[in-house]
């Protein structure tokens, strides 16, 4: 027979709940009923009964021994620290410093140039009404359809300073003798009281009259005057350049002419550039009642405005915007006066750096200016808006009429030695007369170089 190797399972007595939680099994060699299941079990016996054993209590108790401790004191040895040493501190006193202020340093003088203009010949005392040498000519009518050196687009008059006798008549040196210069429009014309065109041999005339009488004696009713602006483009390109130098393509339709045929020591008409001052404006009266012999209907006050809408461009040296020559009438500028785009223009390109011009000078006789290009390539000497000296040569001491001279605009020039305005006071005996004193003051002057 075999025992339930399980020894808690052979003494699970049937009373007990697990009891029905023991396996059964159907090995007759068990010897455990418990455990069989399936077999007969009366083992020949004719009736037996069950004897059921009572419930063993088994009791699990576990047996604990403590552990004996030894709490023997420790002993501990602190460890030692190690003081670092500092290095000894360094004491000193503040320094009371004896500083000697350096002067002020000393600066090179501001560079110097002088714009010397003689007297011009206007529209009264010109060869505009005769003459064969100095003849005041007008842009050949095909020359600004045909020459690519410059952005020109404007028609301009040839003119020339005061020849021989006005000049010694004022006192003026003879190196400003009949030298020549550009003009766009000048008196009567910049304020619309006539035109100008070229007769059938290109010489300058007067064209439409708008004064009023349409022929002579002419009328100078201001009501009719037009705006010569109106005539010209948003963008007007004005110039100094001598397009007839060295055998080139002349814009005129005659030779300009000899400076030496009129009295001058030197021709100073045969340059690269024109070193007369070319001015693309000049008013040139006594006084604003004066404009070109006007007596009945005169403008209560004359004023030449460059428009909000028109950008002057400058281009050469000598070259000058408003021009006027003391006396009452009033100049403002509403648009941009500029020499920007003169570094793109070929004639100017082709001109060689530090090109030596001899200009007219008071003394010597003889004066050289030396154009030095800028690194953009811009040949400066420009003046936006000018007063030059004409009435107080004459020893006139009395102050005619206030000069109003207003830039409302732009100046702006990138060239070097340019100037926004420009007033120039004539001293007589060392006294000045006062004529200049009058300039308006410049109202939003811009940028100069």
């Known amino acids: 027979m075999k025992r339930d190797s399980n020894e808690f399972n052979r003494y699970i007595s049937p009373e007990s709940l697990f009891y029905g939680y023991l396996p059964k099994l159907t090995n007759s060699k068990y010897a455990s009923t418990n455990l069989r299941t399936g077999i007969i079990s009366e083992y020949g016996i004719a009736s037996y009964k069950d004897a059921k054993e009572p419930i063993v209590t088994v009791e699990l108790t576990a047996?604990?021994?403590?552990?004996?401790?030894?709490?023997?004191?420790?002993?501990?040895?602190?460890?030692?620290?190690?003081?670092?040493?500092?290095?000894?501190?360094?004491?000193?006193?503040?320094?009371?410093?004896?500083?000697?202020?350096?002067?002020?340093?000393?600066?090179?003088?501001?560079?110097?140039?002088?714009?010397?203009?003689?007297?011009?010949?206007?529209?009264?005392?010109?060869?505009?009404?005769?003459?064969?040498?100095?003849?005041?000519?007008?842009?050949?009518?095909?020359?600004?359809?045909?020459?690519?050196?410059?952005?020109?687009?404007?028609?301009?008059?040839?003119?020339?300073?005061?020849?021989?006798?006005?000049?010694?008549?004022?006192?003026?040196?003879?190196?400003?003798?009949?030298?020549?210069?550009?003009l766009w429009m000048d008196d009567g014309g910049a304020f619309g009281m006539y035109e100008v065109e070229s007769d059938s041999n290109g010489k300058t005339k007067r064209g439409t009259w708008h004064g009023g009488g349409g022929a002579p004696p002419y009328e100078y009713n201001a009501n009719n005057y037009i705006n010569p602006f109106n005539n010209l483009p948003n963008k007007i390109y004005f110039n100094s350049y001598n397009f007839s130098y060295n055998g080139g393509n002349n814009e005129y339709s005659g030779p300009i002419g000899d400076s030496t045929v009129g009295g001058n020591t030197q021709n100073y008409n045969n340059q690269r550039f024109l070193v007369g001052g070319s001015r693309f404006i000049e008013i040139d009266n006594k006084g604003k009642a004066s404009i070109d012999g006007c007596v009945d209907n005169c403008p209560a006050v004359a004023n030449v405005t460059l428009p909000a809408n028109k950008t002057l461009y400058l281009s050469g040296p000598l070259t000058l915007g408003m021009v006027s020559q003391e006396n009452g009438v009033i100049f403002r500028n509403n648009g941009k006066i500029t020499d920007e785009g003169e570094n793109q223009e070929q004639f100017a390109i082709d001109t060689p750096d530090n090109l030596v011009l001899n200009v007219p000078s008071p003394t010597p006789a003889t004066g050289t200016l030396t154009i030095k290009k800028s690194e953009e390539g811009y040949l400066g000497y420009k003046v936006g808006i000018a007063q030059v000296s004409e009435n107080s040569t004459q020893n006139n001491t009395v102050i005619r009429k206030i000069q109003p001279m207003y830039n409302n605009g732009i100046i702006d020039f990138k060239g070097p030695n340019s100037i926004g305005m420009y007033v120039y006071l004539y001293r007589t005996n060392g006294t000045s007369t006062g004529q200049g004193r009058n300039a308006a003051p410049n109202r939003n002057f811009c940028s100069t170089t």
């Open 63 to 182: 047996g604990i021994k403590p552990k004996a401790i030894s709490r023997a004191p420790l002993s501990l040895q602190p460890k030692v620290v190690n003081t670092p040493e500092f290095p000894e501190v360094v004491r000193f006193s503040a320094i009371n410093p004896n500083i000697n202020i350096p002067s002020n340093p000393s600066l090179p003088s501001a560079p110097v140039f002088q714009l010397f203009l003689g007297p011009d010949s206007n529209v009264g005392t010109s060869p505009l009404v005769g003459g064969t040498t100095f003849v005041n000519r007008l842009t050949d009518t095909n020359f600004l359809a045909t020459d690519n050196r410059s952005k020109q687009n404007i028609r301009t008059q040839l003119r020339y300073t005061l020849d021989s006798n006005y000049t010694g008549q004022l006192g003026f040196p003879t190196s400003l003798i009949t030298v020549a210069f550009k």
